[in-house]
Structures are given as C-alpha cells and as structure tokens.
C-alpha cells in the first residue's frame, strides 16, 4: 500500500492546525461561537493556501457533536468527514461536473433533509469553472435556499463568477502564506518525520512554494526521498534547477563588468545541467532589488535571496540606478519568454543589453604570411651544389593617394549627442519651414535633396535629418555640400547646421537616449559651429593687420599715428 502523502498525513485537524489564515480561522470561530453561521462561504485564493482544509474544517465544526470544542474530531461526525464517508458531507469538482445538470440534480437532493446530522454541507472546489448555465441555476438555489443546506465555494479564480453569486456570499480571501511560517512549519515537519532539515533548505523550498503550503509538503517529500537523512540547500537546488545566491552574485557581477565571455559561458553551462532559466531570471531580479533595498535601507532583515555581505557586494560594482535599469532589461525578457522559441537566446540578448556599452573594435585578422618557394638542388652534377637563398628585392612602396576629405558616416552616439539640444518646438516650426522651402516640385537640387529627407529632430542649432539610403546622408555630410547646403537653408530663414543619419542608426541613438537617461549616462551635447562666409571672415580682421600682410616690408607702407 503507497505511503500518504506529506500534505494529506499532516492536513490540519483543527482551526488552531491552519497555518497564516489568521483572520479566516478567528472569523469562523467566533460565528460558531455565536450560532451566526451563514448559509453559504465563497473562499478565494492562490492554489495550496488552505482553503478546502478550511471548508472540512468548518463542515466538522458545524455538525460537531462537542459544539464546545467544535471540530472535535473524534465524534462520529468528524471521523465520518475526515475519512470521506460523511453522507451529508459533498464534495464536486467543478472542473469536472461543469453542465447544469449537474448543478440541477446537486439542487434537487438539496432538497432532502439531512441524514446523519443537522446540515447538509457542499463544498464546490473551482466553482469559476461551472458553464454559464450551471452558474446561473445555482445561483437560483443561493437565493433562497433550504435552511439546512450550507454551500461552501473555493475558487482561484474569483473575478470569472457571476458578481451575483458573489454577492450572496460570505467571501474570504485566502492570502499567501508568509515564508517564515512555511520554513518553521516544514522543519517541524521534518523532525517529525525522523529526517534533518537544514535552514538554508527550507528557506530554499519556502521560497519556491510561493505562499503554498501544499506545494512546499510536496516539495519537501520529493527532497526526502532525493536525499540521505539530510536534505541540503544544494540538494534542493540540483533537484529544481535552482542557482545558488553566490552564483547569482558572481553572474551579477561578471554581467555589470561587461564581462559577456564570461556570462554566455555561464548560460551555457547553466542550460547543460537542466537550470530553469525562466525561475533564474526571475532570482536575478531578485538579487537586484536586494542590492538596490541594501544600499538604500542597509537592512539585511529586508533581503529574500542575497545575505547582506553579497548585497554589498555586489552594490560596490552596481549602482542602484544601474541595477533597476538591469531590472527592467531582465522584466522585459520575462514577458517574452511566453512567446520565444528559445529562452537562452533571450536571455543572453538581454544580458548583452544589462551590460554597460563599450565602443565597438572590429577584431584585426592577420594577413597570412607567403611562404618561401622551396630551393632545389641541381642532381646532374656529381656533386651536388649548395642553392643559394636570395632575398627578394624590396617591392617599391606605393606612393600615398592624395588626401580626400571623406564625410564620415553619423554614429549613433553622434546622432545622441545632437538629440541632446533638440526640442519638440523647434521641430514643429522647421518642419513648416522646410516644408515650404522643398514644395511639390522642388526647383533646386537642395530642395530636390531634402524631399528624399524626413525632419527626425531640430534644435537652435541644428537639423536632423533622416534618410533610407546611406549615399544620401553622406551626400548631405560631405563637407563642400553641406557648407553649400547650410547658407541655402541660411538664405531661406532656416539657420540651422543640417545633419543627415539614416533611419536605423536613429533609431538606435534614441533607443540609448532612454535607456541612459534612466542610468544617468547621457553624453555632453555636441558642440555646434555654423559656417562663416569668406567675406564676413575678412570683415572680422583689423585693417590694419590685411594692409600689412598686403605690403609687407617693402617701404611703400607708412603708419602714421594720430
């Protein structure tokens, strides 16, 4: 015959059993007390929290025959409900009996009196799954229902019930039970079951029961029969795929180094033992606001996955402000795993994104050396003679191209660094202005230019403009055109430095935009010089100075001071 189970052998027997449903528990027992009992309860809640526990519970207390110490639990009553044979005691799975005739036939032997004792109790489990139809005939029966017939409902998922149903309920939400009490629960557990548990483990296991006391007994037996006497914080971990905090940490670490060898090295390894990547990202996130909690509060009381010495030290590489930025790239990558075909892969793009931006270096591969043309002997000769090795004559250097000032393509940080000093004003006014200037059928090559053109951001200073082709852009950053470029928009009353990027680098230049105005790392806003025409600059010099360097020192020249 198997064993039972952990969470079925150490169901609670009586209300003061129930563990973190303090305020349930203190309710149903003072209306016990009073004779206040209602006619039907609706208990909500996460899965594992209690609640069909609770409505035995409450199914023994009301048909006790020790009202005094109600559930007694050695009365025939109670005995009768713990075993299961209780003939005024029914339980429906919703899941299963989801039609109305089901509900129908349960409503028509509400109708009999009890047999066995004063009520007759139903326990409805998931009654958010009953069809429309079935709701609605047993919310007929709720209404108006027989005075010894008591409804008990248990849901997870209370907002998909009739509000009607509800409302004629006395509602109980169940809450998650807190991780202490499930950490002392499950070492009482263990010490009753012969077996040695240590902290770290069932800190372990409370916290991946998530508030569920049913899931942390399920749990523990699985790591009962893993282990030998003693069940281990790593043994849990082998056992769910779990990382351990100091692993964490040194994962933190590496990805807040940009050390990303380092971190897709570790995913790697991470995916060939089985980790549940999904349940890593969510302990990073974790580890992250216990550094942000550290360094803001020095409370290591307030920490759930790192000590206070791995918090700090981790917070010594990583910022607060560094580490919610990384809090959302990780959030981000949670929300698509619902979606991905490959969790790793989005998991190592978002490492990639967590990690501070370092300039781009193409790696340099080296030419391949020519090697030698083999000598031979000449083998006519008797005696062989020796070849001798020449070096090959120097190749004559090629002598250098004449310098081409070349427009250099926008980066992205340059793109960012003009965006610094842009406004939405000053946009929606040039864009008038341009859009005068280039009309319908522009009647110049610049005109001409600017229609294959969008107006991506403006500034005092500068215009922004965006383009599909990069020869475009580099058309209008070649510095001959672009000086030509700027004294037409000049003429036209646009003086603005004109700035050409194609549509994908400012695209990226925004993307940093907002990420480093969360991180507090935007770059100083480029410097912006217009151009000066010829004759300005010769209008800007001293007479003097232009008549000295006109005639030198050849006498014709006098100075005469007044």
Not at 10 to 26: A, C, I, L, P, W
Not at 138 to 155: G, R, S
Not at 440 to 465: E, F, H, V
Not at 485 to 495: A, V
Request: aromatic fraction near 6%.
């Amino acid at each position: 015959m198997a064993n039972e189970a952990l969470y079925q052998k150490y169901r609670s027997k009586t209300f003061d059993e129930v563990v973190g449903q303090h305020y349930v528990v203190q309710s149903l027992k003072n209306a016990l007390k009073s004779g206040r009992v209602g006619h039907a309860y609706l208990f909500c809640g996460p899965r594992g929290t209690g609640k069909t526990t609770m409505a035995r519970l409450l199914a023994k207390a009301v048909n006790c025959e020790n009202p005094a110490e109600a559930p007694c639990g050695h009365c025939a009553s109670c005995r009768a409900v713990s075993d299961g044979s209780h003939q005024d005691v029914i339980e429906i799975n919703a899941a299963n009996e989801t039609h109305v005739e089901n509900i129908r036939d349960l409503i028509d032997r509400a109708q009999l009196a009890p047999m066995m004792s004063r009520y007759k109790i139903y326990i409805i489990d998931e009654v958010h799954q009953l069809s429309n139809a079935a709701a609605s005939a047993l919310l007929k029966t709720l209404e108006e229902p027989p005075a010894h017939v008591i409804f008990i409902l248990a849901t997870t998922d209370p907002q998909k019930l009739l509000p009607t149903i509800i409302s004629r309920c006395q509602r109980f939400d169940f809450a998650k039970v807190p991780a202490p009490m499930i950490r002392a629960h499950l070492m009482k557990i263990a010490a009753s079951e012969g077996f040695s548990l240590e902290e770290r483990a069932a800190e372990r296991i409370a916290s991946l029961a998530d508030g569920g006391m049913r899931d942390a007994l399920s749990m523990l037996e699985q790591a009962m029969s893993f282990a030998d006497g003693t069940v281990r914080e790593e043994d849990v971990d082998e056992i769910y795929g779990l990382v351990s905090p100091e692993e964490l940490t040194a994962f933190l670490t590496d990805t807040a180094q940009g050390d990303l060898a380092a971190v897709l090295g570790r995913i790697e390894r991470y995916e060939e033992r089985g980790t549940d990547l999904r349940r890593f990202t969510e302990d990073l996130m974790t580890a992250l606001k216990d550094t942000v909690i550290m360094a803001y509060t020095g409370k290591e009381e307030l920490l759930r996955k790192l000590s206070g010495d791995q918090a700090k030290e981790l917070a010594e590489i990583c910022s607060p402000g560094n580490a919610l930025a990384m809090i959302e790239v990780f959030l981000n990558a949670a929300l698509q795993y619902r979606t991905a075909r490959s969790v790793r892969d989005v998991l190592e793009v978002a490492c990639m994104r967590a990690a501070p931006e370092k300039k781009y270096v193409p790696v340099q591969q080296e030419k391949p050396q020519k090697q030698a043309e083999p000598v031979y002997k000449n083998t006519d000769t008797i005696e062989p003679v020796p070849a001798v090795e020449t070096e090959p004559a120097p190749a004559p250097e090629p002598e250098p191209a004449p310098a081409e000032e070349t427009p250099a393509a926008l980066d992205a940080e340059q793109v960012l660094s003009l965006l610094l000093q842009c406004s939405k004003e000053y946009k929606a006014q040039d864009a008038e202005r341009l859009a005068l200037l280039m009309g319908p059928t522009p009647d110049n090559k610049y005109a001409a230019l600017l229609q294959q053109c969008s107006l991506l951001a403006s500034g005092a200073d500068c215009l922004i403009l965006g383009c599909d082709e990069q020869g475009i852009a580099d058309t209008i950053n070649d510095p001959q055109e672009n000086r030509a470029l700027y004294f037409w928009l000049q003429e036209h009353g646009l003086d603005r430095m004109p700035y050409a990027a194609v549509n994908s680098v400012y695209s990226a230049a925004v993307q940093q935009f907002i990420e480093r105005r969360r991180t507090g790392t935007l770059p100083e806003a480029a410097v912006i010089t217009r151009y000066i025409k010829e004759e300005e600059t010769a209008a800007e010099k001293d007479p003097l100075e232009v008549l000295q360097n006109l005639f030198g020192d050849s006498g014709i020249l006098e100075v005469i001071e007044t």
